[in-house]
Structure formats: C-alpha cells, structure tokens
C-alpha cells in the first residue's frame, strides 16, 4: 500500500495543485484515464471546501490530503479540521450563518457525490473527513 500525504495551507491558490498531484498519483495507481477528470474535479470540490470550512472558522492548521494506492482500488481522504454542526446543535464555531455554511456545505457534497460512486463522509465537532474510492486495473507487463 502506498501513501501520499499532501499538507497545505488553507488557501484557494494551493487547491490547483492538489487536484494535479490527485490526478497524476491516480494515474499511476492505474486509475482508468476516463476517469480522471472526475478526480481532479471531486479533489478540487473536496479541497475547496475544506479551505473555505477552515476559512470560516478561522482555523490556521492546513488541510490534509492523503492519496492511498491499494491492491484493487485509489482512495483519496481529504481532512479538515473546522467544527461541523451535530444534529440538534444550532451554534456556529465562527458564528456565522448556521443555516447558509450548512446548505453550502450540503452542496458541496452533493457535487462529490454526483461525481463519485464510492463516497464515505465524516464529521463531528473536531473535523470531517470525505473519502472517496476509484476501482483501478492492474497494469499489464508485456514480456518480449
């Protein structure tokens, strides 16, 4: 299993690269090349919201990518940690406008979901996670 971990600051500038260094791991874990635009794009949508979640809230920690090559299938974790309201909880960590960062943040995820089958979504109080899982085919080695 291989691992690339991707730390940065929680600028919009620094997503672009993110979604380059997704796409170019993704390939090499043999990633089919159809799908890689679909990558780039839910890497991009991932990485911005976490920027913008850790914007809102006022956090200075980077977000954390992982890029995670396994034998059949390439994950990507994309990390954040901004405080995300509970069920029942209707304080803000930034107290901003609850009901506005939450429709935001609903169709930021719709996005991701509508881009990729395989999508698992974490997040309490103390960050979120969003997974997301691409199948990859093994490469072939032609022998002379």
């Known amino acids: 299993m291989a691992t690339v971990e991707l730390r940065f600051s929680a600028l919009p500038e620094h997503v672009r690269t ?9 390939r090499r874990a043999g990633v089919d090349e159809a799908v890689l635009d679909e990558v780039r794009l839910a890497v991009g949508e991932a990485c911005t919201r976490a920027v913008g979640l850790h914007q809102s809230s006022g956090i200075s920690a980077p977000v954390q990518v992982s890029l995670i090559e396994e034998e059949k299938q390439f994950s990507i974790e994309v990390g954040d940690e901004a405080p ?4 029942g909880d209707k304080s ?18 719709a996005v991701i979901s509508g881009l990729v089958d395989d999508v698992e979504v974490s997040a309490g109080e103390h960050g979120g996670l969003i997974r997301m899982t691409w199948p990859t085919t093994p490469s072939v080695v032609v022998l002379p």
């Open 92 to 109: 803000s960590g930034a107290g901003g406008d609850v009901d506005a960062d939450i429709e935001e943040d609903d169709m930021g995820l």
């Open 84 to 87: 995300h309201a509970v069920p």
């Open 18 to 26: 993110a979604r380059l260094v997704a796409a170019a791991v993704a």
